[in-house]
């Protein structure tokens, strides 16, 4: 792509941020509103829970898969009308009472946000110089933290007003409208000039895998805490009720500080931000295992665990396009995928501690996989991406550089 302004630029990483944030908000909202969903459509708490599952499944498999069969095609196109295929299927949340119906929904909606991500991320940082590339991954990403710590809850708080289908109707519109911002703001990218058979052999090269191996233990140290922190404030720090949602919201904001600054360390050097973050990660939940008792103290351990979790994931990104070389556009989409495997991962294992043993063995689950990340991201600094004699298209060898 030709290069654009500054402040178009800009624009433009708005407009992809909007999508996020609209698209993040929809997979994040269930829980919020998960009394709501199985009251009305007369299903047990559990049953309601699988559309949060259906959805997180959709993204790590369909995500892949679509951007596999979309790899030739131009991508402001595929960013329009994945965002339709997203407003349809949630259009089917407002529409239909047939559950099943309801879970396929949830599933096509996952997989059209996984390729939207992809899409994304290549559209963003097609705009920008090779230095800024860390700081467009950012602005992309911080769609999703900004949706965790701001549109979730006020999605919420419009479910209980309105109904969990009329905050999922408030979606669809929003969808809609980024779609035209879309079509109106972002320029041409041209597609891929390779098959998919190329870009895969390049974006799963054991290389581009050890990162994303990283971010799987990332994702299960911080959920195998996040999912059971609710307990683990109740019963070691002593805290109930509306003062969880403070600690939470604490937690929230510091994820959507720690996505925005990520960017700017990314591109200084993204391998050594794997190392300090996944140290401060680590140091962050041993501080909040041996002073989980002490209020004051936790707020400083939620905080640091927000920002330096969160700052990790555009230069994770970065670190596994830039691995990638000539398959970087399938690449894009990985992340997401293995990051999901890791939330799962982690909180089964999460669940696992508080079975067998209390809350606090949550928080030290995550520690033990957080010391893992910090090994694996000093393993992976020594990485580099492939010679540039191994590049098919001189093109290629120059957008890697």
């Not at 919020?32 to 459509?41: E, H, Y």
């Not at 969880?244 to 929230?252: Q, R």
């Not at 079975?355 to 694996?376: D, E, Y």
């Given at each position: 792509m030709s290069a654009v302004s500054a402040g178009r630029a800009k624009v433009i990483l708005a407009v992809l941020f909007l999508g996020s944030f609209v698209l993040g908000t929809a997979e994040l909202i269930v829980p919020?509103?998960?009394?709501?969903?199985?009251?009305?459509?007369a299903v047990p708490i559990p049953a309601a829970g699988m559309l949060v599952t259906a959805n997180a499944l959709g993204l790590a498999l369909g995500g892949p898969l679509l951007t596999a069969v979309t790899i030739r095609l131009p991508r402001r196109a595929i960013l329009t009308g994945v965002l339709g295929l997203f407003a349809a299927a949630n259009l089917a949340l407002v529409l239909t009472d047939d559950y099943s119906l309801i879970l396929a929904a949830r599933v096509l909606s996952g997989a059209a946000q996984g390729l939207f991500i992809a899409v994304a991320l290549e559209a963003g940082t097609s705009i920008v110089p090779p230095e800024r590339?860390?700081?467009?991954?950012?602005?992309?990403?911080?769609?999703?933290?900004?949706?965790?710590?701001?549109?979730v809850p006020l999605g919420t708080t419009a479910g209980q007003a309105l109904g969990w289908r009329g905050t999922f109707a408030a979606i669809v519109v929003l969808a809609a409208l980024t779609l035209v911002a879309i079509a109106v703001i972002v320029p041409?990218?041209?597609?891929?000039?390779?098959g998919i058979g190329s870009q895969a052999r390049?974006?799963?090269?054991?290389?581009?895998?050890?990162?994303?191996?990283?971010?799987?233990?990332?994702?299960?140290?911080?959920?195998?805490?996040?999912?059971?922190?609710?307990?683990?404030?109740?019963?070691?720090?002593?805290?109930?009720?509306?003062?969880?949602?403070?600690?939470?919201?604490?937690?929230?904001?510091?994820?959507?500080?720690?996505?925005?600054?990520?960017?700017?360390?990314?591109?200084?050097?993204?391998?050594?931000?794997?190392?300090?973050?996944?140290?401060?990660?680590?140091?962050?939940?041993?501080?909040?295992?041996?002073?989980g008792s002490i209020a004051a103290?936790?707020?400083?351990?939620?905080?640091?665990?927000?920002?330096?979790?969160?700052?990790?994931?555009p230069a994770m990104q970065y670190r596994v396009v830039r691995l990638a070389g000539p398959g970087a556009q399938f690449a894009q989409s990985l992340p997401a995928?293995?990051?999901n495997l890791g939330v799962a991962f982690g909180s089964a294992a999460g669940g696992m501690a508080l079975?067998?043993?209390?809350?606090?063995?949550?928080?030290?689950?995550?520690?033990?996989?957080?010391?893992?990340?910090?090994?694996?991201a000093w393993a992976t600094a020594f990485l580099r991406p492939p010679p540039v004699r191994e590049l098919p298209h001189a093109g290629e060898a120059a957008r890697i550089r």
């Open positions: 919020g509103v998960l009394n709501l969903v199985a009251a009305d459509l590339m860390g700081r467009a991954i950012s602005a992309v990403v911080s769609g999703f933290t900004v949706a965790a710590a701001l549109g041409p990218v041209p597609a891929s000039t390779g390049y974006a799963l090269a054991p290389r581009v895998l050890a990162v994303l191996g990283f971010g799987v233990l990332l994702c299960a140290a911080i959920f195998a805490t996040l999912t059971y922190l609710a307990p683990f404030l109740e019963q070691v720090t002593g805290v109930s009720g509306t003062s969880i949602s403070v600690f939470l919201l604490v937690y929230g904001v510091a994820t959507a500080f720690g996505s925005f600054g990520g960017g700017r360390f990314a591109d200084r050097d993204a391998s050594r931000t794997l190392i300090v973050g996944s140290c401060g990660l680590a140091l962050s939940l041993l501080t909040l295992f041996l002073a103290l936790v707020v400083v351990a939620l905080l640091a665990l927000g920002i330096f979790g969160m700052a990790m994931v995928s293995f990051t079975s067998g043993f209390s809350p606090a063995a949550t928080v030290l689950t995550g520690f033990v996989f957080a010391c893992a990340a910090a090994v694996v």
